[in-house]
């Protein structure tokens, strides 16, 4: 579970459902040495094995200079998020929760129910158990 989850009921949060995104991805042969110091700063980073041992890593893709001698953007490749709370995959498109500022947390709704539904007021509770029932999925 993310640290601080003790707070998840303190922070602003909405309802979100990720869309596909670009992805850079950067393929790497068995046992090549990966220079860490071109990859893309950011904490969003998924690697994939291949056959025959070699390496993908793709990072997701909004736009702007890359270096192209190490990366090339995949359409649509940035296809799920994981939940913060249980790792629990969220395919794209799936309602899920975000918090509305930094540090950004995405919670999946088992977790969101869990660490912040379960631990809010009994009126705002309500609140978000109505919405949910007429398909308004607003933010506790």
Not at 18 to 33: E, H, T, Y
Request: aromatic content about 10%; glycine content about 8%; charged content about 20%.
């Amino acid at each position: 579970m993310t640290d601080g989850a003790m707070d998840f009921p303190a922070r602003h949060w909405m309802p979100s459902r990720i869309p596909n995104r670009d992805a850079l991805a950067a393929r790497f042969a068995a046992g090549a040495a990966v220079p860490t110091e071109r990859l893309p700063k950011t904490h969003e980073q998924r690697w994939y094995s291949e056959v025959g041992g070699g390496q993908i890593l793709r990072v997701p893709y909004d736009g702007g200079p890359f270096d192209d001698t190490l990366f090339v953007v995949e359409k649509q490749a940035w296809d799920h998020t994981t939940c913060d709370g249980c790792t629990k995959v969220i395919p794209a498109m799936t309602l899920c929760y975000v918090t509305v500022q930094n540090p950004y947390v995405g919670l999946c709704i088992s977790c969101y129910k869990t660490h912040v539904v379960s631990k809010i007021s009994l009126l705002r509770r309500a609140r978000w158990y109505m919405r949910r029932v007429v398909g308004a999925h607003g933010a506790a």
